[in-house]
Structure formats: structure tokens, C-alpha cells
């Protein structure tokens, strides 16, 4: 009889965690841990077109570079901690692999990164995130996707500029927002953010001067 019983609440507990299983909005974790691994790739991919654009003296470009790296490895963290919220377990992301070229070159690079995050990725993924309606993901991927439009615009702008020759008159310092990433020149920065309302006092300053 005793043994009936164990067996019993052994099958229970196992269809229950089949179930919870069940319960998990598996797209939206795939979603995520492309995203995580998506944003840290062009966290570091960002580092490194900074310190090429600061070896060509191209100092207002490399400012940008920096400030958008540290958005995207915030972006990067917002959805590694949703994971974790969702139990899933996460180790350090995986780097893709990038080429550093020449500054213009690598200004259209990232543009074409921005532009399918913006165009493509993150409008997928925040689909996926309400029909699995997982609130915490579809906060994250919006985060990242209203920020991205913003970088894709600065790095356009960076590159026409760059090839007029009027490098020197592109903005010289940014403020990211630790909370969303959102990212601001010294003319867009406002009192609070425009996605999360954290404080200007918080913003991380990016500046050559
Ligand atoms: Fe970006
Ligand atoms: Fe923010």
C-alpha cells in the first residue's frame, strides 16, 4: 500500500512539473537568448569600432561608439535578468564574430545591424512575447527596440557627416539611461527618460571634452 502511495505522488509531482513546464513561453526564451546573445555581440562590436575611430582621431564617432556599447550590454543585461526570472539558466553570452575596418565602413556596419533590429528582430520578438504574454520580455525587447531606431538615426547621421568631412560638428557628448539604454546627445537629454522616467542624475555621461 505504501508503496502505491510513493508511486502515486511521484507521478503527480512529475506531471506537475510537466506542466509547469508546459507553461513556459518557449519562444519567447529562445527570443530572448537571441537578443542576449545578440546585444552583448554588439556591446563588444561597438568597443571595438570606438577604439579604431579614436585611433583616426575621429573622437566625436568614437564617443557615440562607446555610449551605444554601453546600451546595448544594458540591453544585453535587461534580458539576461528576465531569464532568469524565468528560471532559465544562463552562462556568458556568445560573441559573434565581427571585422574591424575602416570608421566609415564600420559606421555602415552597425547601421545594418540597427536596421535589422529595428526592422525585423525586435518587432518579431515583441509579437512572440505578447502572444506568450510574458510582460517582463515584451518590456525588455520594447526597451531595446525604441533605443535601436534612435542609434540606427545617430549612426546615419555620424556616417553623412563623416563623408561631408564635418566630423568636428557631430555631437561630443551622450547619456545613456542605466535602466533602458535609451541614449541622448547634450540637445535630446531630458529631466527624466523617455522610456523608464529615471532621473538625468542617473544617465551615464559619454563625453571627449
Ligand atoms: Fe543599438
Ligand atoms: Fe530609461
Redesign the pocket.
Known amino acids: 500500500m505504501k508503496k502505491i502511495i510513493y508511486v502515486s505522488i511521484v507521478i503527480i509531482i512529475g506531471l506537475l512539473m510537466i506542466s509547469c513546464e508546459k507553461q513556459k513561453p518557449l519562444k519567447t526564451i529562445e527570443d530572448l537568448k537571441a537578443a542576449y546573445n545578440g546585444e552583448s555581440t554588439a556591446s563588444a562590436k561597438y568597443a571595438k569600432f570606438a577604439e579604431k575611430a579614436m585611433e583616426d582621431s575621429l573622437f566625436n564617432i568614437a564617443t557615440l561608439f562607446r555610449a551605444a556599447s554601453k546600451a546595448e550590454a544594458i540591453h544585453a543585461d535587461n534580458h539576461k535578468k528576465v531569464l532568469e526570472k524565468l528560471a532559465e539558466k544562463i552562462g556568458g553570452p556568445t560573441i559573434g564574430e565581427f571585422v574591424v575596418k575602416t570608421t566609415a565602413e564600420n559606421l555602415a556596419d552597425a547601421i545594418k545591424g540597427e536596421s535589422y533590429e529595428v526592422v525585423t528582430m525586435y518587432p518579431d520578438f515583441i509579437k512572440d512575447g505578447e502572444a506568450e504574454s510574458s510582460k517582463d520580455a515584451v518590456k525588455s525587447f520594447t ?1 531595446a527596440f525604441d533605443t535601436e531606431k534612435k542609434h540606427k538615426q545617430f549612426y546615419e547621421k555620424a556616417l553623412a557627416e563623416l563623408k561631408a568631412g564635418n566630423e568636428s560638428t557631430l555631437p561630443n557628448k551622450w547619456f545613456v ?6 541614449t541622448y546627445d547634450a540637445g535630446t537629454v531630458k529631466n527624466a ?6 532621473k538625468k542624475a542617473k544617465f551615464q555621461i559619454f563625453s571627449n571634452v
Open positions: 526597451w539611461c542605466p535602466v533602458c539604454g535609451n527618460c523617455d522610456f523608464c522616467k529615471t
